[in-house]
């Protein structure tokens, strides 16, 4: 099952990614959240260390790849190869769930080379489960509710410690 959700920021995208990952690793799966630049990084440290064929096979074994914010940083040639290699050794055997802004007609302007950009978005929607989580962002639609009420909106300090949590950390008010 591959996972695709191309929608604007702020409307729950990482949210899912993370939902999805805890659920599959409290299941017993390998999982690995990641967000695309971060990883492009390590792949382009890891080809110049001469280790990148290790790399890449530690990311194929993984039950589930969660790729966040792809498409938010353009790649140059190097890193889209590198992020490619990932992708094709994860090819029908591993879930990737991607997280992006953009629709797959703009993944052009984060792969330069535009048959490896039409080489990714079809190897990540093969099989896909395409989901669009909305337009508006969550952020924004919460500061501009507490606006109007004439209340401040709701901050959160981390996963955990927002308002309406009640994990340890929860602060009351």
């Not at 990084?41 to 790849?65: I, K, P």
């Not at 508006?136 to 500061?143: F, G, K, P, T, V």
Request: glycine share 10%; hydrophobic share 40%.
């Amino acid at each position: 099952m591959l996972q695709s959700v191309a929608v604007p920021v702020g409307t729950g995208k990482s949210h899912i990614l993370i939902g999805v990952g805890v659920a599959a690793a409290e299941a017993g799966k390998r999982v690995r959240y990641v967000n695309c630049a971060g990883l492009v990084n390590e792949l382009a440290e890891a080809a110049d260390e001469r280790v990148l064929s290790r790399v890449v096979a530690r990311y194929g074994r993984l039950d589930l790849l969660l790729l966040d914010e792809l498409g938010y940083v353009s790649l140059d040639a190097k890193g889209a190869e590198l992020l490619f290699q990932v992708i094709t050794e994860r090819e029908e055997k591993a879930s990737i769930a991607v997280a992006s802004n953009a629709p797959f007609s703009e993944w052009g302007r984060t792969f330069s080379d535009p048959r490896l950009s039409a080489a990714v978005v079809d190897r990540l929607t093969f099989k896909a489960h395409i989901l669009e989580t909305g337009t508006q962002s969550y952020r924004l639609r919460s500061s501009r509710a507490a606006k109007s009420r004439g209340a401040k909106a709701p901050v959160s300090d981390g996963p955990g410690n927002g308002p309406g949590s009640t994990g340890p950390s929860s602060k009351e008010g």
